[in-house]
């Protein structure tokens, strides 16, 4: 058996459509939907991320503004910048790019960013709104996630998800969202003695801790369900996952790839996050 491939490159060009549509419509209304990026220092990874999701923007029918600063701009003067976006009414989303310099506190940036703008659904305000089931933003990985196991037609009810990782990006997230699904969900992650134990008993497995092969195909149950949401070069400096594709698909019944799975439904799902606070606001 070869497992169906979970396309993220597919999935989001429907999923983007639907944007498009929903972006006509409000700019239609004089209200096209903003997001301001903001970028600190030089990160050459960043600097990819941030041009992506301004080119996925400009794409859909979005109004984007990109703020690069130096690295030496000082926390206050950030801070001071987003308060002025919070109250910036062409501006319906806020994203600061993750990492910041290191005199700079995430946390305190993330909290100032208006939860009614907060995109990411990274603020304690957004996370609490997840853990409690009310509706709000939920980030953008985990989101992208639940969206390709959807996309599968598998109902989740009763079903045991387990997921790698507890991040609060998105491991912590992923098992919220899967519990909402009705799934019954467990954690693992590195204090984990003997992580086979449990993925072979997982329905749906999702692959979160940035380490190539954490996964392999005999920890895997027939049929699962497996999304990869590592990012990580082999000894060729190929990107892969956390997961050993090419033996897990001969396993698993459906399965994301790394690259084309999880990343495209990313940044996917940060401009539904922001069509959303645009039709809220």
């Known amino acids: 058996m070869t497992a169906q491939i979970i396309s993220g490159t597919e999935l989001s060009k429907q999923i983007r459509a639907e944007v498009a549509q929903r972006a006509a419509a409000l700019t239609a209304k004089g209200k096209q939907p903003g997001l301001a990026v903001i970028l600190v220092g030089d990160d050459p990874a960043s600097q990819v991320y941030v041009r992506n999701k301004v080119k996925a923007c400009a794409d859909n029918g979005l109004h984007s503004v990109l703020e690069k600063y130096d690295a030496t701009l000082s926390e206050a003067d950030l801070l001071k910048r987003i308060d002025a976006l919070n109250n910036d009414p062409a501006i319906h989303g806020i994203l600061v790019q993750m ?9 305190k940036v993330i909290e100032a960013i208006s939860t009614k703008k907060d995109v990411d659904g990274y603020s304690v305000l957004s996370a609490g709104e997840l853990m409690t089931g009310l509706p709000g933003f939920r980030p953008c990985t985990p989101y992208g996630c639940m969206k390709m196991i959807e996309s599968t037609g ?46 072979r008993q997982a329905d749906i497995v999702v ?20 999304i990869d949401v590592g990012i990580n070069q082999d000894e060729n400096g190929k990107l892969c996952g956390d997961v050993d594709f090419a ?28 069509i959303e606070a645009a039709e809220r606001s």
């Open 207 to 226: 692959a979160a801790v940035g380490r190539r092969n954490t996964l392999t195909a005999d920890m895997i149950k027939p049929g699962a369900i497996v």
């Open 99 to 107: 990492p910041l310099p290191k005199h700079i506190d995430p946390h």
């Open 247 to 274: 033996q897990a698909k001969e396993v698993a019944g459906y399965i994301s790839p790394v690259p084309g799975g999880v990343g495209p439904m990313t940044i996917t799902m940060l401009l539904v996050n922001t």
């Open 154 to 199: 598998v109902n989740l009810r009763g079903k045991h998800a387990v997921v790698i990782g507890r991040s609060n990006t998105v491991g912590k997230p992923m098992a919220l969202l899967l519990l909402q699904a009705n799934a019954t969900v467990t954690i693992c992650h590195s204090g984990t003695p003997d992580l086979g134990y449990h993925t």
